[in-house]
């Protein structure tokens, strides 16, 4: 049978095609995926060696959960724990680290197990002895429910998105000094850290925004700086801000000696509040510029001292779980340990 001009071309093409596939496969001594280390899968963040018991670390102690009533946030009843690292002596003053939704930060099979990583940090010298204080929201009312568990208690967001001073009135005036009753603690504010994840995280640098004569280390992961707190002006009561508002407040206001570290995801909230991602990339832009522009004019005085990382992430406390060692080995590099 004779064959056209194209058929044979078209026979050629083919076998060129099988010779280019044979040569593609995976030789017997290369790795083929059946044999290769899993890969992580996009916003996925496996907890490191850090976030888990270690053999031959001392043992600190989780204390609680406390409950406490404030006078300077009415009306509100919440939840408190104590991390004491076993390197702790009443002779030392001890660093601190306050953190936002404690009953989530102190969950030992959760996402952060901040008191886990302290421990293994504090015995490698990676950061100083501190005392880790663990804060739920407030609960309006008398009690707090036996069964919220892991919910948010009721007074979150008047709390923690609001931009007002009175939580940070909250935490200095009566936390610390509740705390203090029991436990010797630092009064350099260079020693002690406050964060958080999501509106806990916009809480943490609002203390730290508020009073950087206190705190000057803020932990802040998926943070919430969108327009969760905003309302509108209405007859005689004036427009209330948002956490958005912040990259503003950074660029036009002196710069305070605060040191943060900003973790969020590029899948993280887009709602009618904002997009979480961009307004996280707006406040690196904006404590990025206000250092930039200090240095311009030669201005003396602090500068912000930022880091951050970005990953694919929802909104969730994984990848901030994930990197917390590395988060808190930063913001303790310069410390004396």
């Known amino acids: 049978?004779?064959?056209?001009?194209?058929h044979l071309l078209g026979l050629l093409f083919s076998a060129?095609?099988?010779?280019?596939?044979?040569?593609?496969?995976?030789?017997?001594?290369?790795?083929s995926p059946e044999t290769s280390p899993p890969q992580r899968k996009p916003g996925e963040y496996p907890l490191g060696p850090d976030?888990?018991?270690?053999?031959?670390?001392?043992?600190?102690?989780?204390?609680g959960p406390f409950l406490f009533k404030s006078q300077i946030i009415t009306n509100t009843v919440r939840r408190y724990w104590l991390?004491?690292?076993?390197?702790?002596?009443?002779?030392?003053?001890?660093?601190?680290?306050?953190?936002?939704?404690?009953?989530?930060?102190t969950r030992p099979d959760g996402a952060l197990r901040v008191p886990q990583v302290m421990e293994n940090l504090i015995y490698k010298k990676e950061m100083p002895a501190t005392i880790g204080i663990f804060i739920t929201p407030g609960h309006r009312g008398d009690e707090y429910p036996a069964d919220?568990?892991?919910r948010n208690p009721n007074n979150r967001a008047a709390e923690y998105d609001s931009l007002s001073d009175r939580y940070a009135r909250f935490i200095v005036e009566e936390m610390?000094?509740?705390?203090?009753?029991?436990?010797?603690?630092?009064?350099?504010?260079?020693?002690?850290?406050?964060?958080?994840?999501?509106?806990?995280?916009?809480?943490?640098?609002?203390?730290a925004w508020q009073r950087p004569d206190e705190f000057r280390k803020v932990i802040s992961?998926?943070?919430?700086?969108?327009?969760?707190?905003?309302?509108?002006a209405r007859d005689d009561q004036p427009m209330i801000p948002g956490g958005d508002l912040y990259p503003t407040l950074i660029r036009k206001n002196p710069i305070k000696p605060i040191r943060i570290f900003l973790q969020d995801g590029s899948n993280d909230l887009d709602n009618e509040h904002g997009n979480w991602f961009l307004a996280n990339q707006q406040m690196l832009s904006a404590l990025q510029w206000a250092n930039a522009n200090a240095d311009r004019r030669n201005a003396s005085g602090p500068r912000y001292q930022v880091n951050h990382v970005w990953g694919e992430g929802v909104h969730s406390d994984n990848h901030g779980g994930a990197i917390l060692p590395d988060i808190l080995r930063w913001l303790w590099k310069d410390y004396p340990k």
């Open 148 to 150: 919220l568990e892991m």
């Open 83 to 105: 991390y004491v690292p076993a390197q702790y002596t009443p002779e030392k003053p001890a660093c601190a680290l306050v953190f936002q939704d404690g009953q989530r930060a």
């Open 221 to 232: 992961m998926i943070g919430s700086y969108t327009s969760i707190g905003y309302r509108p």
């Open 176 to 207: 610390l000094p509740e705390v203090g009753k029991k436990y010797n603690l630092t009064k350099d504010p260079e020693g002690r850290a406050i964060g958080g994840t999501s509106s806990g995280a916009l809480c943490a640098f609002t203390v």
């Open 1 to 6: 049978m004779k064959l056209s001009f194209h």
């Open 51 to 63: 976030s888990l018991p270690q053999e031959g670390v001392p043992k600190g102690k989780l204390e």
């Open 16 to 31: 060129l095609a099988t010779i280019a596939a044979d040569n593609a496969k995976p030789s017997i001594d290369s790795k």
